[in-house]
């Protein structure tokens, strides 16, 4: 098949498996569902992914338009139109519950009743009203919900009767959500694609990767203080800034790993050997960057995907074992820090600490060989023991320590997730997982079918824990599925980087890119099925969650402007030696 016609025809088979998936939603909706779906949603979700595939394919020049940029557009294409059927089907037959506004509403008159009270108080209340609150929304649908089921199957066996019409014909439609927000991620994309393909965007970025990447993430992290202060903290917030991290960050790497080439390659280490601690203060603000959103936002999941994509990274970059040494290290002892007095006591946690940096000082030292001449093992140890440090200081400080009580309960389920551990309120915080690993096992090989499933017995099935409701209603088959796409698109994004250059900004940029999306969709999956701790991180390009989605269709069009760049353009843009 020649490739002037065999993208177009793929394209209308990912359209056409959008359709068929939504339609399925639909059909499903009509017969079975508390509210009847409006055929609206189905044709929106259709134009969307329309949109992105012929919208980002004409974007790019013609001569851009490679067979691996391709590959990434409908390989992205595919998992958006599977998320989008799938936001569909719960966001129709989902227990009800307050919104993020009537909680925040309920919060206020709570305050404004109970002046002069506690803030634990004040907070305990709240709660038990939100909790009464949505008690009462999904016993009512749980009713609702038998209800019209028992009339759909009376009247299957028996025929209508007046009885099971006005339970039937009493369901309202229910109404499609704002499209504008729906299409925001799509515009991400063509915005992303045009501007890097088209424009200077990359050569700006190589010229000034200390303004936008490294500043940029440090202005982002005050940015997201800033943010949760003025919304009333972590519950108060309707976006995510620190998502933005996953735009700036993967600039300040890959300027600073051409700015310092010779740091980090062996067989030219002469630059460093003049300023080793100026290169490895750059490296210690960037690893604490993630570090930094964690204390503020409880976001370990963040965390670990920034931290999993820049050791990838800089591995991809050196070829060394080195560097990778030093960051899991890194990870493993601030991880340990900040959650490990939960797991093992204090004298415990010490311990543990110390014999982890103490073997990777003495692993980074062998495998240097202990060559003292350009001090790089010696440098990069004092990094490691100052990073340790930053995390052993914050979880000393009060906030901190209440901010890392989620986290804590997080890694006790994951260490014992059917233990209750004396905890009353077990079930509250262990029903996701548990219920996620339910519906593994309900969907078995081919699943129940879109619309058929009970995913929504699962907390935020839609965001935190989507890939668990394809597994219940797609499968085994549906969510490998999943899993090969990701896999596609980690192996196409670094071909791109190779055929970029390689070693080039633009190849870096391309790399760390795809990192970061394939890190993200490897900790959703292993924390949805409970092999690392619940994170509570999206999927991306599948899940709910508008912060997110736009972010990732972001990267996707940069990386889809990166590889329409030719390789001779990539050798151009060379970090300035200032």
């Given at each position: 098949?020649?490739?002037?016609?065999?993208?177009?025809?793929?394209?209308?088979?990912?359209?056409?498996?959008?359709?068929?998936?939504?339609?399925?939603?639909?059909?499903?909706?009509?017969?079975?569902?508390?509210?009847?779906?409006?055929?609206?949603?189905?044709?929106?979700?259709?134009?969307?992914?329309?949109?992105?595939?012929?919208?980002?394919?004409?974007?790019?020049?013609?001569d851009g338009r490679k067979r691996s940029a391709e590959t990434i557009l409908l390989a992205a294409a595919t998992l958006f139109g599977i998320g989008l059927a799938v936001q569909f089907r719960l966001g129709h037959d989902a227990p009800r519950q307050l919104s993020n506004n009537a909680i925040v509403a309920l919060r206020d008159s709570v305050h404004?009743?109970?002046?002069?009270?506690?803030?634990?108080?004040?907070?305990?209340?709240?709660?038990?009203?939100?909790?009464?609150?949505?008690?009462?929304?999904?016993?009512?649908?749980?009713?609702?919900?038998?209800?019209?089921?028992?009339?759909?199957?009376?009247?299957?066996?028996?025929?209508?009767?007046?009885?099971?019409?006005?339970?039937?014909?009493?369901?309202?439609?229910?109404?499609?959500?704002?499209?504008?927000?729906?299409?925001?991620?799509?515009?991400?994309?063509?915005?992303?694609?045009?501007?890097?393909?088209?424009?200077?965007?990359?050569?700006?970025?190589?010229?000034?990767?200390?303004?936008?990447?490294?500043?940029?993430?440090?202005?982002?992290?005050?940015?997201?203080?800033?943010?949760?202060?003025?919304?009333?903290?972590?519950?108060?917030?309707?976006?995510?800034?620190?998502?933005?991290?996953?735009?700036?960050?993967?600039?300040?790497?890959?300027?600073?790993?051409?700015?310092?080439?010779?740091?980090?390659?062996?067989?030219?280490?002469?630059?460093?050997?003049?300023?080793?601690?100026?290169?490895?203060?750059?490296?210690?603000?960037?690893?604490?960057?993630?570090?930094?959103?964690?204390?503020?936002?409880?976001?370990?999941?963040?965390?670990?995907?920034?931290?999993?994509?820049?050791?990838?990274?800089?591995?991809?970059?050196?070829?060394?074992?080195?560097?990778?040494?030093?960051?899991?290290?890194?990870?493993?002892?601030?991880?340990?820090?900040?959650?490990?007095?939960?797991?093992?006591?204090?004298?415990?946690?010490?311990?543990?600490?110390?014999?982890?940096?103490?073997?990777?000082?003495?692993?980074?030292?062998?495998?240097?060989?202990?060559?003292?001449?350009?001090?790089?093992?010696?440098?990069?140890?004092?990094?490691?023991?100052?990073?340790?440090?930053?995390?052993?200081?914050?979880?000393?400080?009060?906030?901190?320590?209440?901010?890392?009580?989620?986290?804590?309960?997080?890694?006790?389920?994951?260490?014992?997730?059917?233990?209750?551990?004396?905890?009353?309120?077990?079930?509250?915080?262990?029903?996701?997982?548990?219920?996620?690993?339910?519906?593994?096992?309900?969907?078995?090989?081919?699943?129940?079918?879109?619309?058929?499933?009970?995913?929504?017995?699962?907390?935020?099935?839609?965001?935190?824990?989507?890939?668990?409701?394809?597994?219940?209603?797609?499968?085994?088959?549906?969510?490998?599925?999943?899993?090969?796409?990701?896999?596609?698109?980690?192996?196409?994004?670094?071909?791109?980087?190779?055929?970029?250059?390689?070693?080039?900004?633009?190849?870096?940029?391309?790399?760390?890119?795809?990192?970061?999306?394939?890190?993200?969709?490897?900790?959703?999956?292993?924390?949805?099925?409970?092999?690392?701790?619940?994170?509570?991180?999206?999927?991306?390009?599948?899940?709910?969650?508008?912060?997110s989605l736009v972010v990732s269709w972001g990267i996707i069009g940069l990386i889809l402007g990166l590889s329409a760049r030719a390789a001779n353009q990539a050798e151009k843009l060379v970090i300035v030696e200032r």
């Open positions: 098949m020649k490739r002037a016609v065999a993208f177009p025809i793929l394209a209308l088979l990912v359209i056409a498996i959008t359709g068929v998936a939504n339609y399925a939603v639909y059909q499903a909706g009509i017969e079975w569902f508390v509210q009847k779906p409006s055929l609206l949603v189905v044709g929106r979700n259709v134009l969307a992914v329309a949109v992105i595939l012929f919208g980002g394919w004409l974007l790019l020049p013609r404004r009743a109970n002046a002069g009270a506690s803030v634990d108080s004040l907070r305990r209340l709240t709660s038990r009203l939100v909790r009464g609150e949505n008690g009462g929304l999904r016993r009512e649908f749980d009713a609702s919900r038998i209800d019209t089921r028992l009339a759909r199957s009376l009247e299957r066996a028996y025929g209508p009767t007046p009885d099971t019409r006005a339970i039937l014909d009493d369901r309202q439609t229910a109404s499609a959500d704002n499209p504008f927000f729906r299409f925001l991620p799509v515009l991400a994309l063509l915005i992303a694609a045009g501007v890097m393909a088209r424009g200077n965007l990359a050569t700006l970025l190589s010229a000034r990767w200390r303004i936008a990447g490294f500043y940029g993430s440090l202005g982002i992290c005050l940015l997201t203080l800033g943010y949760l202060v003025s919304t009333g903290g972590v519950r108060g917030a309707n976006f995510a800034p620190q998502e933005m991290l996953k735009l700036s960050l993967p600039v300040a790497w890959a300027g600073l790993l051409i700015h310092y080439r010779g740091a980090f390659q062996p067989e030219t280490r002469e630059r460093f050997a003049r300023s080793p601690l100026v290169l490895w203060l750059y490296v210690l603000a960037l690893l604490s960057s993630p570090l930094v959103v964690f204390v503020l936002v409880r976001d370990f999941g963040q965390f670990l995907v920034i931290s999993i994509a820049q050791t990838l990274l800089l591995a991809y970059f050196t070829r060394s074992a080195l560097y990778v040494v030093l960051f899991a290290a890194g990870l493993l002892a601030s991880s340990v820090i900040l959650i490990g007095p939960a797991l093992f006591g204090g004298t415990s946690t010490i311990m543990l600490v110390l014999g982890i940096v103490l073997a990777a000082v003495l692993a980074i030292a062998a495998l240097e060989r202990f060559r003292r001449r350009d001090a790089l093992w010696t440098s990069a140890s004092l990094v490691l023991v100052a990073y340790v440090a930053v995390a052993a200081v914050a979880v000393q400080l009060p906030f901190v320590g209440r901010m890392l009580s989620t986290p804590r309960e997080r890694f006790l389920l994951w260490a014992d997730l059917f233990s209750r551990h004396g905890n009353a309120h077990w079930w509250d915080h262990a029903q996701q997982v548990v219920e996620a690993l339910y519906s593994f096992d309900a969907g078995r090989l081919l699943g129940h079918g879109l619309g058929y499933g009970t995913p929504f017995l699962i907390p935020k099935a839609a965001s935190d824990f989507i890939f668990a409701a394809i597994g219940e209603e797609l499968g085994f088959t549906g969510a490998a599925m999943v899993i090969l796409l990701f896999v596609a698109l980690a192996a196409v994004g670094l071909r791109i980087a190779r055929d970029l250059g390689g070693d080039s900004f633009p190849a870096l940029l391309t790399a760390g890119y795809t990192l970061l999306l394939v890190s993200q969709a490897f900790v959703h999956i292993t924390g949805t099925m409970n092999i690392l701790p619940m994170t509570g991180i999206t999927l991306p390009l599948v899940s709910s969650g508008m912060s």
